[in-house]
């Protein structure tokens, strides 16, 4: 690896889907009614009741209102020992509420209520990218998603049927979190026991032949003690696209011991199977931008774009996925003043994948009768494949304490934590040269055969043993100073090697040895220390409200999102690489208004990335000089207006530039790619003197420039778009509410995510609805 330097200038078979956990939801639905009518009797819809129910979640109390407020005031991590209001950090929680009322199902729906978060790239070539593949300000975020505060590895689109609520952390989590994005980290809350007997369900059917169910069952075991079963099916395509399906079934058992005594213990357990058929996406022949990628065929420029129903893939394509996760978390109150909390997790992630993709270029994309577009096809060259198991094991131990020294409050949160986590990979290919017919470019067929894949003997492994310990102190000076530090040391050891194959794509020279052989890949070893850490200072004029001062710095180091080491020069995972580093200033503004209901909050914000690889164009080495940065502000509101009005906005400027280094976008400005320069979001809801409930809700998101490379004529950004959705929900009786959805009002066509090359594309939702039956007994 001598060419890196520091130097500072300028045969598989397609499951078929089981819809096995949508009965076993709509059976608990309504069978535990039927079984246990005493339940009914125990529980009472009144507001008096709900209060008398309120939880306690681990690390955070949720005071249970009247209607919806989509306000929660603290975090469920005892890392923040704050309210929101005096949280120096821009931080969003999207309650289940609101995600209830719009009819999410997967975290990446719900994220639509943070601005700027989303789902913006597809993937490069023909890898096509799976799950929560998450951008944030101008920064890939998947690899920081976490479970009650423990990472959750693995590409699997997440469920929310057992989640409490959704915390959107921006601006470094290093000091939280260790190694996460440059720009911030999602933390899912899952759903825990509590004292009270209920039951409550949903049962939905809409556009895409969308059936779902879900079901939760809460059972009080003695006097401190009480189980919880939150369990969903679904069985559905996707409106607007054909073939498409996300087939799932989970199922989420736990127990709480100890509530409302000193000593709290849940134990939980989570398994989810999803068996879907894939998206692929679509050409962007014909979309604004695109031009023909060979000049002898200039009759492409004017092509008629293709029907955005159309699928490309076979019915072979499946993404299966397996997922268990086994939590114990363990609270005991030393004194009012100091709280002991332990969580244990393992966990596993398996995924069987294979998607038949394309590529728009001129060796792929055939016309041969000029005038007859209905010859046209396109190849379906690029099959990917991806076998792979994740797993985690860790133990996080937490001690939080208040107390004085002389005038100052001192709120401390301190831990250590010990984690393992491996990726294992088996490679598959296209066996003999084998290959799937090409596909007519305007009608598709996807009942095809001819592709013959097994495995290749290539396999990786990576593990990354981590120890971490941390420190946060908020120091009161008074009413209205304080000041808020934390650090943290993370010591990593990544061990990794593989097995490839050469002659293949990406691979190495055969050189005397026949192509296919497999040989040793990287087999090597990084270890380092990732110090972190931030500096709040806050000032409070008034009670109500705050403004503040944060600065943070996290890093990552090779390998942090994937476990897997690279030995190419050009590579961010070379583990002869520094960690990735970046800088955080943020000044803010947090108030509550109209009698602590509504809570606005303001930010101007600059993270700056350093330590990227940049080559150099005299010595074609590659050095770690390379600087982005994105700055921008976000506006949020959140809470009631009336106790009959509620709504959550959020709005965002970003910036986001290369600052040193190769331009990434394909236009060949210093823009970020897949990051929109403003994006907004907004959900209300209006509760009718007659009980009608009705709500809506808007999405902007601007330009987005896509990364570049050698494709020829495909557009170069995507453009901006309004969408607009409505609710209208009732309650029948007091048992049953019935809730429309309808998405897309003005069934606007955008495009939702592009690929690297601009290829492919992922179309938005058309015009769609989705009728739901919420039951609670």
């Known amino acids: 690896m001598s060419s890196i330097k520091s130097r500072k200038h300028a045969v598989g078979s397609r499951r078929q889907p089981s819809t096995a956990g949508m009965l076993t939801a709509a059976t608990l639905v309504t069978g535990l009614a039927l079984v246990h009518p005493a339940i009914a009797a125990d529980v009472s819809p009144s507001p008096d009741a709900q209060i008398a129910t309120a939880k306690n979640l681990p690390g955070v109390k949720v005071e249970a209102v009247t209607g919806n407020d989509y306000r929660v005031d603290k975090l469920s991590s005892p890392k923040y020992t704050q309210p929101l209001l005096d949280t120096t950090q821009t931080i969003s929680v999207i309650t289940k509420e609101l995600i209830q009322q719009q009819g999410a199902t997967t975290l990446t729906e719900a994220l639509r209520n943070s601005p700027g978060v989303g789902t913006f790239y597809v993937g490069e070539n023909g890898s096509t990218n799976t799950g929560d593949s998450i951008y944030m300000r101008g920064f890939d975020t998947s690899g920081s998603i976490f479970v009650d505060g423990v990472r959750d590895l693995g590409s699997i ?99 709480a011991f100890g509530l409302k005594t000193p000593t709290r213990v849940y134990l939980d357990f989570l398994h989810v199977r999803q068996n879907n058929l894939p998206d692929g996406g679509v050409p962007t022949i014909g979309l604004p931008g695109y031009t023909s990628p060979d000049p002898a065929r200039p009759f492409l420029t004017d ?253 990552e180091p090779p390998g942090g999102n994937t476990l897997t080491l690279s030995s190419a020069a050009n590579s961010a995972d070379n583990p002869n690489l520094d960690p990735q580093k970046a800088r955080t200033i943020e000044l803010g ?66 910036d986001a530039k290369v600052l040193t280094g190769k331009a990434v976008a394909n236009d060949g400005s210093s823009d970020l790619a897949y990051t929109p320069k403003s994006a907004f979001t907004a959900w209300t809801t209006y509760h009718l003197p007659f009980n009608l409930t009705i709500g809506g809700g808007a999405r902007y998101a601007g330009e987005m420039k896509r990364g570049t490379d050698g494709a020829v004529g495909t557009p170069a950004y995507t453009e901006a778009y309004w969408v607009f959705d409505a609710m209208a929900s009732y309650p029948v009786n007091k048992h049953v509410d019935l809730q429309l959805n309808l998405y897309n009002l003005f069934d606007k066509d955008y495009v939702a995510a592009i690929n690297k090359s601009g290829y492919r594309y992922t179309p938005g939702t058309p015009h769609a609805a989705m009728l739901t039956a919420n039951l609670r007994f």
């Open 589 to 654: 503004t947090k108030w509550d208004l109209l009698g602590e209901k509504l809570l606005l909050t303001g930010a101007l914000y600059r993270t700056t990335v350093s330590n990227d690889l940049v080559q150099d164009p005299v010595d074609l080495q590659y050095y770690q000089i390379g600087r982005k940065r994105v700055q921008g502000i976000e506006l949020s509101a959140v809470g009631k207006l009336s106790d009959n009005w509620a709504a959550s906005a959020g709005y965002t400027i970003m």
């Open 157 to 255: 689109s997440r469920d929310v049927f057992n989640v409490e609520q959704v915390e959107v952390a921006k601006g470094p989590a290093g000091t939280d979190y260790g190694r996460t994005a440059p720009t911030g980290s999602v933390n899912l809350v899952s759903k825990q026991p509590q004292l009270g007997n209920g039951i409550s369900g949903s049962i939905g059917y809409g556009s895409g032949q969308h059936r779902r169910a879900t079901a939760d069952w809460n059972r009080t075991l003695g006097e401190h003690a009480a189980f919880r079963l939150n369990v969903m099916g679904q069985d559905s395509g996707v409106p607007g696209r054909d073939k498409v399906e996300n087939d799932r079934w989970g199922i989420a058992p736990s127990l």
């Open 303 to 555: 092509a008629a774009m293709v029907d955005p129903q159309n699928f490309y893939g076979t019915r072979a394509d499946h993404d299966d996925v397996e997922a268990d996760m086994f939590t114990a978390i363990v609270e005991h109150d030393v004194s009012p003043d100091v709280v002991l909390h332990n969580t244990t997790r393992w966990g596993r992630t398996h995924q069987d994948y294979l998607l038949t993709s394309f590529r728009g270029d001129t060796a792929n994309l055939l016309t041969p009768d000029a005038a007859d577009p209905s010859t046209w096809t396109i190849a379906r060259s690029l099959p990917t494949f991806k076998d792979q198991t994740n797993r985690i094991l860790t133990n996080q131990t937490n001690v939080t304490a208040n107390f004085d020294t002389g005038g100052i409050t001192h709120n401390l949160s301190a831990g250590i934590e010990l984690t393992r986590e491996k990726s294992g990979t088996v490679g598959l290919a296209a066996l003999n040269g084998s290959a799937w017919p090409a596909a007519n470019l305007y009608h598709p067929n996807a009942d095809v055969s001819g592709l013959v894949y097994g495995r290749t003997g290539a396999h990786s492994e990576g593990q990354t043993d981590t120890e971490a310990a941390y420190l946060f102190d908020t120091l009161k000076f008074n009413e209205q100073w304080q000041v808020n530090a934390g650090m943290r040391l993370d010591h990593y050891t990544t061990d990794f090697s593989s097995m490839v194959v050469c002659g293949a794509r990406n691979g190495p020279a055969c050189g005397v040895l026949p192509a296919g052989s497999v040989l040793p890949g990287v087999d090597s070893s990084k270890s380092g220390n990732l110090p972190n850490y931030k500096l709040g200072v806050l000032y409070k004029p008034v009670a109500n409200g705050s403004v503040y001062a944060n600065f943070a710095v996290s890093q």
